[in-house]
């Protein structure tokens, strides 16, 4: 799983107001010589007030971002 970087908003430290997604990578053997790679992206809306995060999901059809990344996995392979 990586960090949640911020796609859009402000952070002041003690506040913060976001948009932040947050990407899980899932490694499986498929059997020899065969391995199955997907990747789920979990999209949110963050608040912190005085460093309590408060998470809302936020539904994003996009899958722009997982098709990218499993791209440049393949390309590395």
């Known amino acids: 799983m990586t960090a949640s970087p911020r796609l859009d908003g402000d952070n002041y430290g003690v506040y913060e107001k976001a948009l ?4 899980r990578v899932n490694v499986r053997a498929a059997g020899t010589n065969r391995t199955i790679v997907s990747i789920e992206r979990i999209v949110f809306k963050r608040e912190r007030i005085l460093f309590v995060d408060n998470d809302e999901p936020v539904t994003d059809t996009s899958r722009d971002t997982e098709k990218s990344v499993l791209d440049a996995i393949g390309k590395a392979l």
């Open 20 to 23: 932040r997604h947050r990407l």
